[in-house]
């Protein structure tokens, strides 16, 4: 099976989309140009070509794309070629409406954007395959052709009449009687029982809270329609090129699709990764999402975009301070990526994304952006040959979990403040924030490879996963759970007792009474720190050690964090330092280390391969203290004892042989 290392070739991949059907045949041969000067060696094409490809139904245009293939391979320059099916052209819509998606409320959503098309639809479904068979037939064996790139960040929800048949046939092979999904979805409340399978729909407008269980299964339902367009496109262009690598770019932390499963569908795993440059906590952001990415894609992965400078759709658009850039890039190969690329290459002048940044903005050659792009392009080229396909090695791994994030945000829940995705991050952050690397797994992963496992919040949970997490904990891994987790089966049915009675049982706790949470504006003081969010009134049955207790208001004196050998149960969420210090305090137990000891505060020290690479997040400089000799390979300069980091500044560095 081709890879990501098919393309790199013992390379960093460095470019982005180019969309050269927004200008003038004339700007291509200056593009080039830049291109080669900031070390450009790849980048991505076709993605929005759909209605310059296929102006009319069946029509064919490729002579500009020809041009533009032969002119990147004379250049030296990889192409990333992309099936254009995320947005198709104004004909579609107006020739065939029944693609167009349609919301909860039954509202058209017209065509005059993208990813306005229903995933549903076998029109849609026809069009787009008709247009990959051609385009894969034709450049097949075109020498600039490195990946396939398969349609673009994959986001669309329909609830039309055509979804809901599709639900209704994906249901029945998931539950195959009515009997089943009645009960799977609990239609005896609120007298909901289907009595034949034209009665379901999705779950549209209702007159109240929907049934949180087919709200569930919808989700699940529509990444599978969407992994259908995905592998429906993918089998066609592997069929004419099976050694060409094909990937799809996932967007970060996205709830639409379980990236889990469809990563098993990839040869290359590649994200759009996005930090808020006003964000002080976007380098933390920008190392979980590169955690996260390496996790699924098991090996090196891909930056398929990232922004240059500012983008265009937050309420305020930043742009990213001198060196900012060149340090988030540096990061993500760090902790894995062996691809850095951006949307776009050219700031666009026309559209809805002209705000939004490029390799080369408005300011042009001379800019800052423009300049510090091409000091990137030559680092990389400087450190890729002894960086790429090396791996990132971790002893924690963060559970993390589709289903259960799905089930947390149902309408009924017991408070609308916790928010699965901010849980996971404040976890990672205390990680991140004591040098101690991570991955991410599955719930029902081998985690028989890490000495700690942590849990910040899955609602849900299998029997198979609890069964896995209970074993992990005995045979001796540290397991640090936190609140309200193991409280539903794959059915989102309330376990007996509030959470699984083998949890209950790991952790030392006989019962839970009720589930406690907070206001915004309310903390609750336990031993030695406050806690956020959620507070719990448990029970502990006598056999494990009350770490530290809750101390007055209605809990005072019960367990907030409860230890049973290796298993630790964390019913609050710790305010940040609170946490850094009680997952620390769990890893130094489990014989986790940071991998660099002594970092001064806001610097990042990451192991990759056989290099070390210390990256300053401060906006002053820092001095770090080394183990041993080393060479920066990024200036050649030999460091005896210890380096100063700029700020945002980086050193990758090789230690000296003795």
Excluded at 92 to 101: D, I, Q, R, V
Excluded at 301 to 306: D, L, R, S
Excluded at 312 to 319: C, E
Aim: glycine share 10%; with cysteine; hydrophobic share 40%.
């Amino acid at each position: 099976m081709p890879s990501l290392h098919d393309a790199t070739r013992g390379r960093i991949l460095f470019g982005g989309d180019y969309n050269p059907e927004q200008w003038p045949e004339e700007v291509w041969a200056d593009d080039v140009r830049l291109m080669k000067e900031a070390g450009v060696n790849s980048v991505t094409v076709g993605v929005f070509s759909w209605a310059k490809i296929e102006p009319r139904p069946g029509a064919r245009e490729f002579g500009w794309l020809d041009r533009l293939l032969d002119l990147m391979d004379s250049h030296g320059i990889g192409v990333v070629l992309a099936t254009p099916t995320s947005s198709p052209p104004p004909w579609m819509g107006a020739l065939h409406p029944e693609t167009l998606p349609r919301t909860e409320d039954g509202a058209l959503v017209n065509y005059g954007s993208r990813q306005h098309f229903c995933p549903s639809s076998p029109v849609y479904r026809r069009y787009a395959a008709a247009l990959t068979e051609d385009l894969a037939d034709r450049y097949a064996d075109h020498p600039a052709l490195t990946v396939w790139h398969i349609n673009n960040e994959y986001c669309t929800h329909c609830w039309c009449d055509e979804t809901a048949a599709h639900f209704r046939r994906w249901l029945a092979a998931r539950y195959t009687t009515l009997e089943a999904l009645n009960d799977a979805w609990g239609t005896a409340f609120w007298s909901q029982r289907y009595d034949t399978w034209a009665e379901i729909l999705p779950p549209r407008r209702a007159q109240y809270t929907r049934n949180p269980a087919q709200e569930l299964d919808f989700k699940r339902f529509t990444s599978d329609a969407l992994m259908e367009c995905y592998t429906a496109e993918r089998d066609i262009v592997a069929r004419h090129t099976p050694h060409i690598p094909v990937t799809t770019n996932f967007m970060p932390l996205w709830s639409g699709q379980d990236a889990w499963a469809w990563a098993e569908q990839e040869d290359i795993v590649s994200v759009d990764v996005y930090p808020d440059p006003a964000d002080p906590w976007g380098g933390q952001y920008n190392a979980m999402l590169a955690d996260m990415t390496r996790s699924q894609a098991r090996g090196p992965w891909m930056v398929m975009e990232q922004a240059a400078g500012p983008v265009n759709w937050r309420s305020v658009n930043h742009p990213r301070p001198a060196g900012l850039n060149r340090l988030w890039s540096l990061q993500a190969v760090a902790r894995g990526a062996d691809a850095v690329c951006y949307f776009q290459w050219r700031q666009s002048r026309q559209g809805a994304e002209k705000f939004h940044s490029g390799m080369l903005g408005h300011a042009g050659e001379h800019g800052r952006t423009f300049r510090e792009v091409k000091r990137i392009g030559a680092e990389l080229a400087l450190i890729g040959g002894e960086v790429s396909g090396t791996g990132v090695s971790a002893d924690v791994a963060v559970l993390h979990d589709w289903d259960a994030w799905w089930s947390s945000t149902q309408e009924g829940r017991p408070s609308s403040l916790v928010s699965y995705t901010e849980l996971l991050q404040a976890w990672h952050r205390a990680l991140w924030e004591g040098g101690i690397g991570t991955e991410f797994a599955r719930p029902g992963a081998d985690l028989s490879g890490y000495r700690m496992v942590l849990v910040p919040q899955l609602q849900l949970l299998g029997d198979a996963a609890v069964d896995n997490l209970v074993a992990y904990a005995r045979g001796g891994g540290t397991l640090v759970c936190g609140f309200f987790t193991g409280v539903t089966d794959t059915d989102d049915r309330i376990r007996p007792g509030g959470m699984d009675h083998r949890l209950r049982e790991l952790f030392g706790i006989r019962t839970v009474h009720e589930w406690w949470p907070l206001d915004a504006d309310t903390t609750a003081e336990c031993d030695g720190f406050r806690g956020t969010l959620w507070s719990e009134e448990l029970e502990p049955d006598g056999s494990a050690e009350t770490v530290a207790a809750y101390r007055g208001g209605e809990l005072d004196g019960l367990p907030a964090v409860l230890r049973k050998g290796t298993a630790w149960y964390v019913s609050t969420l710790p305010e940040p330092a609170a946490l850094r210090g009680l997952l620390g305090r769990a890893a130094a137990g489990a014989g986790v280390r940071p991998v660099l000891e002594g970092l001064p505060a806001g610097v990042e020290a990451v192991r990759r391969g056989g290099l070390l690479f210390l990256l300053n997040h401060g906006r002053s400089p820092a001095g770090v203290e080394l183990p041993g000799r080393y060479t920066d390979l990024l200036t050649g300069a030999g460091t005896d004892g210890s380096v100063e980091l700029e700020r945002y500044g980086v050193a990758v560095l090789r230690e000296a042989s003795a």
